[in-house]
């Protein structure tokens, strides 16, 4: 079977021939590095524009333009839109900041509003007709965030704590026999200093990288065996997995933007201690 990679501005598919399906002695054309590799929209220079590029952009205004609708000309009787919003800030606000942090994470609250929302846009646009794809699964995205939250944790761990109390907050735990520290405080160090930032990113990068995966897979499989009968009732099967899988990955989509900011809090929470 052939089958060749096609890219438009617009989207990106694998084209192979369309009458191959199943018991038609022709391969399954599985989804692999294609989906997740799109070209150049256009360059500027080094820099190559892409389809995902596109969509956290857009992703950015519409979260913007979203949050400046509701609270531009916000009012003391709310109307539908405010009220949405507001509950939306709120959750955010009282069930990450203060839960997590405190009163001391008040001052965090809109870089934790701005993660988990536009995590969120990144991870929903996987279902969104036309766009169809996570912007989270292209790892340099989970990175970048990450490396944001690891910056911000850094910072508020020195500024707080000074340099040796800030070195003291990430490797010595207090209240533990000293002789543990000779093995506690270089894993500690490099915990807290390089696998919570790894980790933050892999785990936003993988969810949403086998979600799209498994569905490419179930929609891919619904067309491959339609084209006689019991190819039609294992379509079926395979088209009903699809739509059970979307309605998880909406789920999946939201937990892993919370996740991701109660993390980021529960590290900011961390560098507010005062070190022993």
């Not at 942090?101 to 969104?128: C, D, H, Q, T």
Request: aromatic share 16%; charged share 10%.
């Amino acid at each position: 079977m052939q089958k060749e990679l096609l890219v438009t501005a617009d989207a990106q598919t694998l084209a192979f021939e369309v009458d191959c399906h199943l018991f038609q002695d022709c391969g399954f054309p599985a989804p692999s590095v294609w989906s997740f590799i799109f070209e150049p929209i256009f360059e500027i220079g080094p820099v190559e524009f892409n389809k995902p590029m596109l969509l956290a952009i857009i992703g950015t205004f519409a979260i913007i333009a979203f949050f400046w609708a509701a609270f531009g000309n916000a009012k003391v009787v709310p109307g539908k839109l405010q009220m949405v919003a507001e509950a939306l800030y709120e959750f955010v606000r009282q069930g990450v900041a203060r839960e997590v942090i405190g009163k001391k994470g008040e001052p965090f609250v809109p870089l934790l509003v701005s993660l988990f929302f536009f995590v969120w846009m990144l991870n929903l646009w996987a279902l969104i007709p036309l766009a169809q794809f996570p912007v989270s699964s292209v790892i340099a995205y989970p990175v970048g965030l990450a490396l944001l939250v690891w910056v911000t944790y850094m910072t508020v761990t020195f500024r707080t704590n000074g340099l040796v109390g800030g070195f003291r907050n990430l490797c010595v735990p207090s209240g533990l026999p000293k002789p543990i520290y000779v093995l506690l405080t270089p894993l500690e160090f490099v915990s807290n200093v390089f696998v919570r930032p790894f980790t933050l990113a892999v785990r936003l990068f993988a969810n949403m990288f086998a979600g799209h995966i498994l569905i490419l897979i179930f929609t891919i499989a619904t067309w491959y065996m339609l084209g006689t009968v019991l190819g039609t009732v294992y379509a079926s099967a395979s088209f009903l997995m699809t739509l059970v899988l979307t309605v998880f990955e909406l789920f999946i989509q939201a937990l892993q933007a919370y996740v991701f900011t109660v993390l980021t809090a529960t590290y900011l929470s961390q560098a507010l201690e005062e070190a022993h």
